[in-house]
Structures are given as structure tokens and as C-alpha cells.
């Protein structure tokens, strides 16, 4: 008989399935997982404070360049490839797609490039991100990029998440930044486009080669300007030869998801910190002083507002 886990989620954005998501999914082969009031654990994000409120053990998860703090937490799961004195484990956003091993063993590059009838696209509502907001004005000299999100809309209709997918996949490219630039921080940014099979033209984690194969796509970061790069993309789209080079490279190296983003190794992992609560007290806020606390809070205040409204549609 498993044992019972009682948990809780809080603080995290509105469309979570506190029912169904990643961490339950990870969990519930080795724990009869239970929602709870009154949690063994805690996961929490960074969009409120509710987790104030409670005092057990707290893994703090993060889908936004910020960083941890342990003054809150016992534990974090975030971008990060730093392990904070082994209390971090990188859990990067994009592994909570469930179908990564779908990117290997693409289609040949000939059949992808028939399905693509237009340049290039950008699907963005946050107004906020300069690097991709100039890159996007500087592209357009070249060549229309359609813009099918909020912000810049210029085909029409606003793409909602759900839509986004399939309004991309006719694409050559796509301007795939993300909000802001930190080693580790990588989002589903990168792996929507990967998934029709749309180059991504990518900036945000300059180690993103430790994620993914940089031949696979344009990073960026590979090059001293923007206007190197969109010399690099005005090649690719009049050489037919060169467009089928990219489209050939797999997107992970040796076209295999990286052990640490298969669920089994995640799933041991998780399993792993949780049992390591059993010999430790959970952070207490009350170790924090008063002022401290409130000034803590009414900075991240400010934070949450803002990026609520960016979340997985920026």
C-alpha cells in the first residue's frame, strides 16, 4: 500500500490543475497523493504570498527568471543549474511538455519545407521585452514577420495559447525570445515552434546548447549582432540547400532527450527530496524578521502583477 502524501498548491498561474499536472504525475507511482488544507508539502510559485500562511515544508517551483529564496523554502525546483547547496534541482519549463521524445526522428527536411507557405511569425503580449521588440522592427525591413498575438497584432486576429501552435506551423520561422536573457532559462518558447517543425530564430539562454542542439536552429547568441543574424536568416530563406541543412540537425544532440528531462529520472528525483524532509524541519517563517518580511513582500508584489499577466503567452 502506498503511503499517503498530502499536499497543497498555491500562489502558482490561474490555469494550473492542482489535480493533474507534472508534479502529481511525478509523484503518484510512488505516493497515494492527496490535495490537502492542512499539506506534508507545499509547492509554491511566485505570483502571491498565500504561502506565508503555511507552516510545513515548502518546495518552491518557478516558470519565470527569478530566483529562489530559502528564507521561504526548503527546497527548489527552477531554471537554475546552480543546486544552491543541493537544495535546487533544474526543472526548466519546457519539461513539463509530456511529448519531447516526439521531437526525435523528424520528418526529412524536403517533406517539412513543403508545408511551409510563409516567413515568418511572433506571437507576443507582453509589451516589456526590448531585444525581442527591436528584433522584430529590424526583420520586418527585410521581410513582413506577422505578429498573431496581442501586442503589434498585424494579421487580424489575436492567436489565443490553444491556437498558437496552428497558426505557426506554416512558418519558415519564428521569432522564439524569451522575456529576458539568464543562463538556464529556458521556456516553451524553444519547443512549441520545434513541435510543427518552425526554426526558431532563439535569445534568452545562452547556454541553451546544453538543452538543445544549437545547429537545429538560430541561436542568437552564436553571433555578435542582430544584424548578423538576419543575414543569417535572409540566407537561409533564399538557399533552399542551406534551410534544409538546419532542418535535417535533430533538435536534441545525438537526437535524445537529455536524462534529466526523462519523467522516470524526474519522478526518482522528487521522490528523493520528499523523503529528505523526513529528517529536517520545514523553513519557518518566523525566523524572518518583521521588516525584512513586509519589504520582501511588497517587492514581489509589484513582480507577480506584472508577470501574471506575461505567463505562457509572452
Known amino acids: 500500500m502506498k503511503e499517503i502524501l498530502k499536499i497543497k498548491f498555491c500562489d502558482f498561474w ?35 504570498f498565500n504561502h506565508l500562511k503555511y ?20 527546497f527548489s525546483l527552477s531554471f537554475d543549474w546552480n543546486d544552491y547547496k543541493k537544495k535546487n534541482f533544474r526543472l526548466p519549463l519546457f519539461a513539463w511538455s509530456p511529448s519531447l521524445a516526439k521531437l526525435c526522428k523528424k520528418l526529412p527536411s524536403k517533406e517539412i519545407a513543403a508545408t511551409k507557405s510563409k516567413f515568418c511569425c511572433f506571437v507576443v503580449g507582453n509589451q516589456e521585452a526590448k531585444e525581442r521588440i527591436d528584433f522584430f522592427h529590424k526583420l520586418s525591413q527585410y521581410r513582413k514577420v506577422d505578429s498573431g498575438g ?15 501552435r496552428n497558426f505557426i506551423k506554416d512558418y519558415k520561422f519564428i ?42 536552429f538560430i ?17 537561409i530563406d533564399t538557399d533552399d540547400q542551406l534551410y534544409y541543412k538546419y532542418l535535417d540537425e535533430p533538435y536534441f544532440t545525438n537526437d535524445r532527450v537529455p536524462a534529466t528531462l526523462e519523467r522516470d529520472f524526474m519522478a526518482e528525483e522528487l521522490k528523493n527530496i ?11 517563517s518566523k525566523s524572518l524578521k518583521r521588516i525584512y518580511q513586509y519589504a520582501h513582500m511588497y517587492k514581489r508584489r509589484f513582480f507577480a502583477r506584472v508577470y501574471q499577466k506575461q505567463h505562457w503567452y509572452c
Not at 520528499?274 to 519557518?284: A, G, L, N, R, Y
Open 14 to 48: 490561474g490555469d494550473l490543475d492542482k489535480e493533474n499536472n507534472l508534479f502529481t504525475e511525478l509523484l503518484t507511482p510512488y505516493y497515494e497523493v492527496k490535495q490537502s488544507e492542512n499539506p506534508d508539502v507545499l509547492f509554491y510559485s511566485c505570483y502571491s
Open 55 to 74: 507552516k510545513c515544508h515548502k518546495i518552491f517551483y518557478t516558470g519565470e527568471n527569478v530566483r529562489p529564496d530559502f528564507n521561504e523554502c526548503d
Open 150 to 164: 496581442s501586442f503589434m497584432n498585424n494579421v487580424g486576429k489575436v492567436y489565443s495559447q490553444a491556437e498558437k
Open 175 to 216: 521569432i522564439a525570445f524569451e522575456n529576458s536573457c539568464y543562463p538556464g532559462y529556458t521556456s516553451e518558447k524553444i519547443l512549441q515552434p520545434m513541435q510543427v517543425n518552425c526554426l526558431p530564430v532563439y535569445w534568452g539562454n545562452p547556454a541553451i546548447g546544453r538543452d538543445f542542439n544549437t545547429k537545429s
Open 219 to 235: 541561436n542568437v547568441h552564436d553571433y555578435n549582432s542582430f544584424d548578423e543574424v538576419i543575414e543569417e536568416i535572409i540566407k
Open 274 to 284: 520528499i523523503e529528505s524532509f523526513e529528517d529536517t524541519k520545514p523553513v519557518s
